[in-house]
């Protein structure tokens, strides 16, 4: 018999204790329903939709960028050249692309110009 109450007692104490916290179908004690969410699904599809959208509109306009730049380089930039072994400044000079300034004119500075193109200054 006291078996017989104690195996009652604890029937009656699993029952009183509630349901299982696994089961989804339970009340949720924060006040919303723990049952599968359609609207939050839904909410995530359209967000990682959206992200995917803005991923493949960033990579088409780097892309366009890129195109762009390179047409830009090959229709106005010259590759820089070097000097020909033949084309060299003479002794003295160095190469530059600057002319001498008025100011150094005064103090004797001469540029040249070689049929290249290559400029010489004494510096």
């Not at 204790?17 to 179908?25: A, L, T």
């Not at 924060?30 to 939050?40: A, L, V």
């Not at 730049?69 to 229709?75: D, P, T």
């Not at 070097?82 to 008025?102: A, N, V, Y």
């Amino acid at each position: 018999m006291k078996r017989f109450h104690i195996l009652l007692l604890a029937v009656v104490g699993i029952c009183l204790s509630g349901c299982p916290k696994d089961d989804p179908y339970t009340p949720s004690p924060y006040g919303y329903d723990r049952g599968y969410d359609y609207e939050r699904d839904e909410y995530y599809r359209k967000r990682d939709y959206e992200r995917k959208q803005d991923i493949k509109e960033e990579r088409e306009r780097l892309e366009r960028e890129r195109k762009k730049l390179e047409r830009e380089r090959q229709e106005y930039g010259k590759p820089i050249s070097t000097p020909s072994p033949k084309e060299r400044c003479p002794s003295g000079f160095s190469p530059s692309e600057r002319k001498c300034s008025s100011k150094e004119r005064k103090n004797g500075c001469k540029d040249m110009r070689l049929p290249g193109g290559l400029g010489c200054v004494p510096r």
